[in-house]
């Protein structure tokens, strides 16, 4: 989805598909539990070794 939609260049340029992956998950690391507009990055499901399942819920607006 970001390479068609040429989203997240700064991740991905110069990496190959494990590495752009890899960069993705960290961000999300980082970015876990922040509000972007009515929305916050969650952790769905820590599959450990195996990854982690992020969501984005729509927060209360009050």
């Not at 989805?1 to 998950?25: F, I, P, V, W």
């Amino acid at each position: 989805m970001c390479r068609d939609n040429n989203l997240l260049r700064d991740l991905r340029e110069g990496k190959n598909e494990h590495g752009q992956s890899t960069a993705l998950g960290s961000e999300l690391i980082n970015q876990r539990d922040r509000v972007y507009g009515t929305y916050r990055i969650i952790l769905e499901k820590d599959h450990g070794h195996h990854g982690k399942l992020y969501r984005l819920v729509e927060v209360d607006s009050k």
